[in-house]
């Protein structure tokens, strides 16, 4: 028999959803794929300055970001976009992008991806945050982590295509 996921209402209170630590990262879950059917998954996302993504792209799902503070730089197919607060940005399925946080402060954004089962993927490589921050010595050694992405990220149709953006882009 086939089981079929049921989409529910999700009322998230600032600070309640589930948290992970990647990507030297916060990453708080506001909707996962198994609340939304499948149709959709949000996150609220820190990230320090100077992370940046290597360039890739998604054979499952599209991307959307809506930049709430600081800055960063995406480069999406051939084109450079500089994001201030209050930038939203679309990234189409299968599309290289890279992206890089710019400036002296974290970014904080809502990430968006449809469908949504591409924010598993960072529970996964990542660790359960213990607080809700950035994590520090207490996050994942990034060696072991990028090891885990490239085991990891394939079965969600992760495909690293080139290096990070570099400083500057």
Known sequence: MEMTMQAQVVV???GTGPATWAMGSLFERLASADETAGQLGVSLVTQPPGIASPLHRHTQEA?????LEGTMTYLAGDD???LEPETFI???QGIPHAFRITGDQPARFVALTVPGGLMSLYDEVGVPAQERRL???????LAEEIARWNEVG???GLQVVGPPL???A
């Open 12 to 14: 998230r209170p600032r």
């Open 63 to 67: 991307e959307a970001f809506y930049l």
């Open 80 to 82: 450079i976009y500089h």
């Open 90 to 92: 679309h990234l189409p």
């Open 135 to 141: 994590p520090g010595d207490d996050g994942t050694p």
């Open 154 to 156: 394939p079965r969600y």
């Open 166 to 168: 570099p400083e500057g």
